[in-house]
């Protein structure tokens, strides 16, 4: 069974602050992770993934995650956010295989005041 | 990143009367693809999978009945909600797949579905 957290529904900034968007994730086998955003009345567009090999990794539109496994975290940061950036954003997460499903976590809403 | 298509976006319809939504993988051969249902606020639910040339396999809860799902080829699922009432109104997303390990799904950009 997999499962994900993802805590607080809204998170707001300002413009060109840190963006830090935490998912915590339960798998029991090596876990897939993503992240997508979504737009208002749009589809999900993937971010990044970690599937194997470096923990870190960098996504588009300058977001990066980082995968810790002592802390089954994978939480996602941006150095500078854009008022661009605001839409809600999902961590997923899929035990790989040809079938394999994805698990959302619900969502967190992110704000960008100017 | 490879494009899939959700027909319609919008669509409006009344009690009782059926339903149906399209998702086309444009540039890659789906072998298997997912349908979900996402709630105002709320997170995407799994609704089935499904591979081209088989049934549907159904998320405990979600009505096979009412739900209808067809892949009948590589790049064509639909969606299908029979005798639609206004708490089936929602957003239908689907995303597809090819098949291997490490493969990335693909989202439609989703269908609002309104029951009136």
């Known amino acids: 069974a997999q499962s994900v957290t993802q805590l607080g529904s809204h998170v707001s900034v300002s413009e060109g602050a840190l963006v830090l968007l935490r998912c915590n994730y339960s798998s029991s086998v090596p876990p897939y992770l993503f992240w997508y955003v979504q737009y208002p009345n749009q589809g999900l567009q993937l971010l990044l993934k970690y599937t194997t090999g470096a923990t870190l990794v960098k996504g588009i539109n300058g977001f990066e995650a980082e995968f810790k496994k002592s802390e089954t975290s994978f939480h996602l940061t941006k150095p500078s956010a854009h008022m661009s950036d605001a839409a809600e954003y999902f961590c997923a997460v899929s035990e790989g295989g040809a079938n394999s499903k994805l698990t959302f976590g619900k969502g967190i809403t992110l704000s960008v005041r100017p | 990143g490879a494009v899939v298509s959700q027909h319609p976006s919008r669509v409006i319809c009344k009690s009782g009367t059926s339903v149906k939504i399209e998702c086309r993988s444009l540039d890659f051969q789906a072998t298997t693809m997912f349908w979900y249902r996402q709630f105002p606020k709320k997170s995407l639910m799994l609704m089935a999978t499904s591979n081209e040339g088989s049934k549907a396999t159904y998320e405990q809860g979600v009505e096979k009945d009412k739900f209808l799902i067809n892949h009948a080829s590589l790049t064509l699922s639909t969606l299908t909600v029979t005798s639609a009432h206004p708490e089936d109104s929602s957003f239908y997303i689907c995303?597809?797949?090819?098949?291997?390990?490490?493969?990335?799904?693909?989202f439609g950009q989703g269908t609002r579905l309104t029951v009136v």
């Open positions: 995303s597809a797949k090819t098949g291997g390990k490490d493969t990335e799904a693909f």
